[in-house]
């Protein structure tokens, strides 16, 4: 039993063996002076009182031993405790130095749960994330990458993580088990393929770590979607086929890019989304839905039924079960 108590004491941090010896040394010598002069100290307490101040040299005076033996005790506290206190708080300094370079260099792990992970560091993500912090709303947000050297914004619930995200470790370490969503971006130092192949590598690892996790996969290639949908991606954005479709509708509709760019800003906060069509709304038409809708300040867009979303359908279309509604809301 005494063995196991000493294996496990060796086991602790450095911090926590340091803090244990001088609760046992205060303690100790409190209870020691309290016995070997109880008329000064009537107390064991006023003994602890007596030895915190003693060892922290602070020296208040209102406790003082009187006799030869009460004398060397204070002596012994005072060479035995100026030295345990200063430890002390020098691993104390020390931990906080090594918990904050931990912090900026990406070494340290996240034990949180319900986060979002982001994978990759780009300005599209700088943008991403300063949008997804907004006043009122905390998110845990955690960022993987192994370019960066530090931490590249600093803030309350913002972890970084430096490592290779194709690594079960790297990924231990951001608790990815426990994460609600992961964000895989487009590695832009590589070629569009090999970018992608990345990408879909890193999304079988993740979703070997926790199958249940929402995926978002950024996607440059057409030729590999069906693979990342393969691998288990919930949503992909084609960012090179997003971009040609505003490049398209510029040319043939001179300020449309100014305009959807205003419209998505707009959107932030999650204002445009899906829901599923309620009990209410089952059998009614697209536009009796819409004037439905419109009374509650949500403008219904579009229908999503199965694999197929339906922008700006006919207005008889009838709304069914299990379809889900695009709208904006006000």
């Given amino acids: 039993m005494f063995a196991n108590v000493v294996t496990s004491f060796f086991k602790r941090s450095i ?12 303690i100790g010598f409190g209870i020691l002076i309290h016995i070997i002069e109880p008329e000064s100290f009537p107390t064991i307490f006023d003994g602890i009182w007596w030895a915190i101040v003693t060892a922290a040299t602070v020296g208040y005076g209102d406790f003082v031993p009187v006799s030869t033996a009460g004398r ?23 931990s906080t130095l090594v918990t904050q370079n931990a912090y900026i260099e990406g070494t340290s792990a996240f034990t949180g749960r319900k986060h979002i992970v982001i994978i990759g560091w780009n300005e599209r993500v700088r943008e991403t994330i300063s ?34 995200p194709t690594h079960d470790a790297t990924l231990n370490q951001a608790n990815i088990k426990d994460a609600d969503m992961v964000l895989i971006t487009a590695d832009q ?39 990342a949908k393969r691998g288990g991606a919930d949503e992909i954005i084609q960012t090179n086929r997003v971009s040609s479709l505003v490049m398209v509708n510029s040319i043939l509709s001179h300020g449309v890019s100014d305009a959807l760019l205003a419209m ?11 829901f599923e069509a309620t009990f209410d709304l089952i059998g009614l038409t697209f536009q009796k839905s819409n ?16 694999d197929d979303i339906i922008i700006n359908p006919p207005l008889a279309l009838e709304i069914r079960k299990n379809d889900h509604l695009l709208i904006i809301k006000n």
């Fill in 131 to 164: 949008l997804l912090q907004t006043p009122g709303k905390v998110i845990d947000i955690i960022l993987i990458d192994e370019s960066l050297e530090k931490n590249p914004m600093p803030a309350n619930h913002f972890h970084f993580i430096k490592g290779n």
């Fill in 72 to 94: 060397v005790v204070g002596v012994l506290l005072i060479f035995i405790g100026v030295g345990i206190v200063t430890r002390y708080f020098a691993a104390i300094s020390t």
């Fill in 264 to 274: 998505l800003v707009d959107l932030k906060g999650c204002k445009l989304q899906f």
């Fill in 189 to 227: 130092s590589k070629d569009e393929v090999q970018a992608d192949m990345i990408s879909i590598l890193t999304l079988l690892a993740i979703k070997g770590l926790n199958p249940d996790i929402y995926s978002i996969v950024e996607i440059l290639t057409t030729q590999q979607v069906n693979n």
């Fill in 291 to 306: 004037e439905t809708l419109l009374k509650e300040g949500k403008l219904l867009i579009g229908i999503k039924r199965a």
């Fill in 15 to 26: 911090l926590a063996k340091i803090i244990s010896i001088v609760l046992i040394v205060i």
